[in-house]
């Protein structure tokens, strides 16, 4: 069992960046691939990025790639989500997750959630 707690959402202008990040207690993180989601209002949940156990191997949705970065510590069980350029179309609630698989943007194949942050772009 892992429990996830996501930290760092924030309202932020537009061209402003955010650190997401994602803190395990349970199993430690590096049994793990880690990816993070976001959900806007009246929209469905979407992947927007993973990381492989060992953080050696990523991967992002076309929206976020070059601004957005993911990683993660296994010495600390966090993973974060480092977030540039902010768009007002990022505004969401952000959830990290982890996996089983070994990369996936699948979100049936994430096991373990955390409750959300919610990040707000002004325009």
């Known amino acids: 069992q892992v429990h996830l707690v996501e930290s760092g959402g924030e309202l932020v202008q537009t061209g402003g960046s955010l650190r997401l990040s994602c803190a395990a207690s349970?199993?430690?993180?590096?049994?793990?691939?880690m990816g993070w989601f976001r959900q806007a209002p009246g929209k469905e949940r979407e992947f927007v990025a993973a990381?492989?156990?060992?953080?050696?191997?990523?991967y992002y949705a076309d929206p976020v790639k070059g601004r957005f970065t993911i990683s993660r510590d296994n010495a600390k069980n966090t993973a974060s989500l480092q977030m540039n350029s902010l768009k007002p179309e990022d505004t969401a609630v952000y959830y990290c997750?982890?996996?089983?698989?070994?990369?996936?943007?699948?979100?049936?194949?994430?096991?373990?959630w955390g409750q959300g942050t919610q990040v707000t772009v002004s325009s």
């Open positions: 990381i492989s156990r060992s953080g050696g191997n990523t």
């Open positions: 997750a982890a996996s089983n698989a070994v990369l996936t943007v699948l979100r049936q194949s994430y096991t373990y």
């Open positions: 349970g199993r430690t993180l590096s049994s793990y691939s």
